[in-house]
T-cell receptor, first 112, second 114 residues
Framework: GQQLNQSPQSMFIQEGEDVSMNCTSS?????WLWYKQDPGEGPVLLIA?????ELTSNGRLTAQFGITRKDSFLNISASIPSDVGIYFC????????????FGTGTSLTVIP | KAGVTQTPRYLIKTRGQQVTLSCSPI?????VSWYQQTPGQGLQFLFE???????NKGNFPGRFSGRQFSNSRSEMNVSTLELGDSALYLC?????????????FGSGTRLTVV
């Protein structure tokens, strides 16, 4: 099946540092979504990207839709303790209709 | 506006039993999808329902089934439970099946099979 690889798998950073993570696929995507999941809860949508090259921000979060349409990037600036959680990229590959795939996740730990 | 509601939040079942999980989508959302989340496999797509019809199905055995009612509420059923079915089961809804808006997830049902 479809695989979305996220890197890094986990990150341990100091509060105030910036964070970068990415997501790559073997297939072309028409939409990229970034979610955050807190322990014991469902994922929450952070940012949606709909066009190759698109750069979208949501507060301290910025995400980009890669030019090749096979990757996406998420940056978090000036991290705070509540940024802790697992970040997932997701989307429907262009050749699979409505089926929706999730990345392997990046676990973020922020050290106060 | 109420979010996606999943019941129950926690469930403990014995191997061989069957279980039914419930999901009430956001009002007006007609697409409901189910995912299984485990530490080893991540988020795996189970199936998607739209207007009471299963529109997509993931790669799970026939023991996993679901349905959607006319009010868009959905249930999923797992028969003959196995230890490996222990997972967080997440339901997500989206308006009119337009996945480009992204799904809104419920808090999940934590199923433990003993």
């Amino acid at each position: 099946g479809q695989q979305l690889n996220q890197s890094p798998q986990s990150m341990f950073i100091q509060e105030g540092e910036d964070v970068s993570m990415n997501c790559t696929s073997s297939s072309i995507f028409n939409t990229w979504l970034w979610y955050k999941q807190d322990p014991g809860e469902g994922p929450v949508l952070l940012i949606a990207l709909y066009k190759a090259g698109e750069l979208t921000s949501n507060g301290r979060l910025t995400a980009q839709f890669g030019i090749t349409r096979k990757d996406s990037f998420l940056n978090i600036s000036a991290s705070i303790p509540s940024d802790v959680g697992i970040y997932f990229c997701a989307g429907p590959p262009s050749n699979t209709g409505n089926q929706f795939y999730f990345g392997t996740g990046t676990s973020l730990t922020v050290i106060p | 506006k109420a979010g996606v509601t999943q019941t129950p939040r926690y469930l403990i079942k014995t191997r061989g039993q069957q279980v039914t999980l419930s999901c009430s989508p956001i009002s007006g959302h007609r697409s409901v999808s189910w995912y299984q989340q485990t530490p080893g496999q991540g988020l795996q797509f189970l199936f998607e329902y739209f207007s009471e019809t299963q529109r997509n199905k993931g790669n799970f055995p026939g023991r996993f089934s679901g349905r959607q009612f006319s009010n868009s509420r959905s249930e999923m059923n797992v028969s003959t439970l196995e230890l490996g079915d222990s997972a967080l089961y997440l339901c997500a809804s989206s308006p009119a099946g337009r996945f480009t808006y992204g799904y809104t997830f419920g808090s999940g049902t934590r199923l433990t099979v003993v």
